[in-house]
């Protein structure tokens, strides 16, 4: 016990400026390297087949979904380790990391069913009637979907890990999955050398087999090297509680990530309507694109998370401030970066996209202009984006996750769609762009307000 909290003792001493640096910038690196990765696989994909990439971004949403399920669970996972690890309760901690672990075949058993008799209904009803399209997407996500066990089991480790202030091990798992599924994208959709010819089908191969590579590793440490929490599954059952305590968090968490997926579908409807194939891909492309500048973000708040989990369940209000203010002045740098790139050079980044050989319903040249704008528009609210992400993690770590999922509710469902709606029918669809500062900005308010809930309900009682 001692040793533990020894090891622990950097979360409440360390100068908090190192500390953040210290805890997030292994995450940021895995998270970049995890955003190049999501890019570099769209980019083969558009540049052998826009079918292909058409088809991936209509069906994203279900990756979303699958995402929003094995990181929400494992978002709660962490929050609830952090916090008893904090109140030094380490039998507790060690009972959530297992719940966690033994959650996961749950999640997978949703999307396998999903996978085998779901992906070609949704391709069809969202595919406009373009065959091609749906072929190609039945062939990606059939094969994610039914395989994604192995994701699934390495975020949970990822975040378990993080929670007791890890954060090299889950760098090092993202980092291996993604080298793995770059180096053979490539290989697999245009049949490089031995390798066959797969198309999308290829794409979907090596983004699977990145992810077993990375659960292999993470399986390995977890279960061969010592760390603070241990996953015990010898006499293991199902505690209510600690199921409850991790969906108190989890639950709002995958809802908020689930709502973001409705939001893509609901998007991609309205642009369906009025027969914008442009603007699909558009929509497309820059959700690839801007994760380069979210996932460094994302990065920064799992060294957070923990951090300020920890002394919130230490009671040390003043640590918890520094960490606050921190972390929103480092994520604003990062999201003023990606504000600039998107005004000065959304040409170049939109060119990385198809190859006249790969277009077919689409004019190149249409594409880039829809895409310069939109891009402008749409980078407007990323600096008021980066206070409210981190206040998101604010309530998560300090067990508030249903304040998290309101926002991204008010934000993506009571503003955004219907702003996005509302525009296209009264304007153009053109400016539906818009949507997103206006409801950007309206879910930044809600964000301040809830915080300050927080700060006079519950922080004014710490010490």
Request: glycine letters at 8%.
């Amino acid at each position: 016990m001692e040793k533990k909290a020894q090891q622990l003792n950097k979360m409440g001493t360390m100068p908090m400026t190192r500390l953040i640096v210290t805890m997030s910038l292994p995450a940021i690196f895995s998270m970049t390297i995890l955003a190049m990765y999501n890019v570099v696989d769209s980019i083969f994909i558009s540049q052998y087949d826009m079918d292909g990439f058409t088809a991936v971004s209509v069906a994203y949403p279900l990756q979303m979904l699958l995402i929003a399920a094995s990181v929400g669970t494992a978002v709660g996972v962490n929050s609830l380790v952090a916090r008893k690890l904090g109140e030094q309760n380490y039998k507790q901690a060690n009972s959530a990391a297992t719940h966690g672990f033994v959650l996961c075949g749950f999640t997978y058993a949703f999307f396998l069913l999903f996978g085998l008799f779901g992906v070609r209904p949704f391709m069809t009803a969202f595919s406009g009637g373009n065959q091609r399209v749906v072929e190609a997407g039945v062939q990606y996500f059939t094969c994610v979907l039914c395989l994604s066990l192995f994701s699934i089991i390495q975020v949970m480790i990822e975040k378990t890990l993080q929670a007791t202030g890890n954060m090299i091990y889950p760098m090092l798992f993202q980092l291996v999955g993604a080298v793995v599924n770059i180096i053979f994208d490539p290989l697999l959709i245009f049949g490089v050398g031995f390798f066959p010819e797969m198309g999308t089908l290829g794409a979907a191969v090596a983004t699977v087999f990145g992810q077993f590579c990375g659960m292999v590793f993470a399986l390995i440490v977890m279960f061969k090297k010592d760390h603070k929490v241990k996953i015990e599954l010898k006499g293991f059952r199902f505690e209510k509680m600690t199921v409850k305590n991790i969906y108190a968090v989890g639950f709002p968490s995958i809802i908020m990530q689930s709502i973001s997926a409705v939001m893509m579908l609901c998007l991609n409807g309205i642009f369906q309507a009025y027969n914008s194939i442009v603007s699909i891909d558009v929509f497309g492309i820059y959700f690839k694109l801007q994760s380069f500048v979210f996932m460094p973000c994302f990065g920064l708040n799992q060294g957070i998370m923990p951090i300020v989990g920890y002394n919130y369940g230490a009671r040390n209000k003043q640590r918890m401030y520094a960490a606050i203010k921190r972390g929103v002045i480092i994520a604003g740098g990062i999201m003023l970066i990606g504000t600039v790139l998107m005004w000065t050079i959304p040409d170049v980044l939109i060119s990385l996209f198809g190859s006249e050989s790969s277009f077919t319903d689409v004019d190149p040249k249409t594409l880039t202009e829809t895409g310069e704008y939109a891009f402008r528009i749409i980078s407007l609210c990323f600096v008021p984006a980066s206070v409210a992400i981190i206040l998101i993690t604010v309530f998560q770590a300090a067990g508030k996750g249903f304040r998290s999922m309101m926002m991204s509710f008010f934000r993506q469902i009571i503003l955004l769609v219907p702003a996005a709606f509302l525009i296209s029918l009264t304007i153009d669809v053109k400016y539906v762009w818009f949507a997103f500062p206006i409801a950007e900005y309206g879910a930044l308010i809600i964000a301040l307000l809830f915080f300050i809930n927080l700060v006079r309900n519950d922080f004014s009682k710490m010490k």
